[in-house]
């Protein structure tokens, strides 16, 4: 798959459907639940918002990360929750409704967060004169399109033929998640040093995926939240939008390099979310 194609037609079509997909499934109710029910969505939020980002630039500095790769890392760590996270909150019993509020406010929440923190992290991990820049205002019209537009088509499509919704959700994810794949591939068949990236960036992207994971777990459970809402908060705290962050990275920074974490990270994400799967899908749901 070539640069040009990847970049103007297989990102976009692949982040459209993913967030599409995700539109299919939400209705206004989802919203009001925040209003309503504030105290796990608060925490969900928080985790996602603020320790994630917090964290991730914490293990930049730990895992001494070349800038390329510590900036993809928050990149990584700016994007929210997805289709994919609602699926194994799904299958691992837990509350599907708060996992797609979660992903739902943080989807939107990230037109704003994502600009200002990469831009700060390029700042900080490339310096003033990064070759890349990535323009506040212009960013966030694009996020404002390509991630707003797709969910409110969703949402419309769900109110007026819900049925219909219905029956296209699978089939969204599953195109979603193998455009996923092709999309990785991509990435990884650029990429001239594969090896050493992965070897610089894997420890960092899988350390972030399974301790923000065992993190939202244990401040669930400190706040006294029900185990349903625990494993969703660690779900969606630990593993996020990968097609978002390859879209960003190689489409927005035009960067393979920037993208590798997310590519490192979006393979193992799918082996944690097994193993929640397991773990938590086959026991009786309780309190």
Same mark, same amino acid.
């Given at each position: 798959?070539?640069?040009?194609?990847?970049?103007?037609?297989?990102?976009?079509?692949?982040?459209?459907?993913?967030?599409?997909?995700?539109?299919?499934?939400?209705?206004?109710?989802?919203?009001?639940?925040?209003?309503?029910?504030?105290?796990?969505?608060?925490?969900?939020?928080?985790?996602?918002?603020?320790?994630?980002?917090?964290?991730?630039?914490?293990?930049?500095?730990?895992?001494?990360?070349?800038?390329?790769?510590?900036?993809?890392?928050?990149?990584?760590?700016?994007?929210?929750?997805?289709?994919?996270?609602?699926?194994?909150?799904?299958?691992?019993?837990?509350?599907?409704?708060?996992?797609?509020?979660?992903?739902?406010?943080?989807?939107?929440?990230?037109?704003?967060?994502?600009?200002?923190?990469?831009?700060?992290?390029?700042?900080?991990?490339?310096?003033?004169?990064?070759?890349?820049?990535?323009?506040?205002?212009?960013?966030? *019209?694009?996020?404002?399109?390509?991630? %707003?537009?797709?969910? /409110?088509?969703? &949402? $419309? !499509?769900?109110?007026?033929?819900?049925? @219909?919704?219905?029956?296209?959700?699978?089939?969204?994810?599953?195109?979603?998640?193998?455009?996923?794949?092709?999309?990785?591939?991509?990435?990884?068949?650029?990429?001239?040093?594969?090896?050493?990236?992965? *070897?610089?960036?894997?420890?960092?992207? %899988?350390?972030?995926? /399974?301790?923000? &994971? $065992? !993190?939202?777990?244990?401040?669930?459970? @400190?706040?006294?939240?029900?185990?349903?809402?625990?494993?969703?908060?660690?779900?969606?705290?630990?593993?996020?939008?990968?097609?978002?962050?390859?879209?960003?990275?190689?489409?927005?920074?035009?960067?393979?390099?920037?993208?590798?974490?997310?590519?490192?990270?979006?393979?193992?994400?799918?082996?944690?979310?097994?193993?929640?799967?397991?773990?938590?899908?086959?026991?009786?749901?309780?309190?």
């Amino acid at each position: 798959m070539s640069s040009e194609l990847l970049k103007q037609i297989a990102l976009p079509i692949a982040l459209f459907v993913v967030l599409f997909g995700m539109g299919l499934s939400l209705v206004p109710t989802d919203f009001r639940r925040v209003v309503l029910q504030p105290k796990a969505k608060i925490i969900g939020l928080g985790c996602q918002l603020f320790l994630l980002p917090a964290f991730a630039f914490a293990l930049a500095l730990i895992f001494r990360l070349p800038g390329e790769l510590a900036v993809g890392l928050m990149v990584l760590a700016a994007c929210p929750g997805g289709a994919t996270s609602n699926v194994i909150t799904h299958l691992s019993k837990g509350d599907t409704a708060l996992s797609v509020t979660l992903t739902a406010v943080s989807s939107m929440a990230c037109v704003f967060t994502i600009p200002w923190i990469v831009g700060w992290s390029m700042d900080w991990f490339l310096g003033s004169g990064a070759a890349v820049a990535l323009p506040f205002w212009k960013t966030l *019209a694009q996020l404002a399109f390509v991630t %707003i537009l797709p969910i /409110l088509c969703g &949402m $419309a !499509l769900r109110h007026a033929r819900p049925t @219909l919704a219905v029956r296209l959700e699978r089939p969204a994810n599953i195109f979603a998640l193998v455009f996923l794949a092709l999309i990785i591939a991509a990435a990884i068949a650029r990429e001239k040093d594969l090896a050493h990236q992965f *070897a610089v960036a894997g420890p960092a992207a %899988i350390t972030l995926n /399974l301790v923000m &994971m $065992a !993190l939202g777990f244990g401040i669930a459970r @400190l706040a006294g939240l029900p185990r349903s809402q625990r494993v969703t908060i660690a779900i969606e705290t630990g593993i996020q939008n990968g097609t978002l962050a390859l879209a960003i990275t190689l489409g927005l920074l035009e960067s393979p390099s920037i993208a590798m974490p997310a590519v490192v990270y979006s393979l193992f994400m799918f082996l944690s979310g097994a193993v929640m799967i397991g773990w938590f899908g086959r026991r009786p749901a309780s309190s």
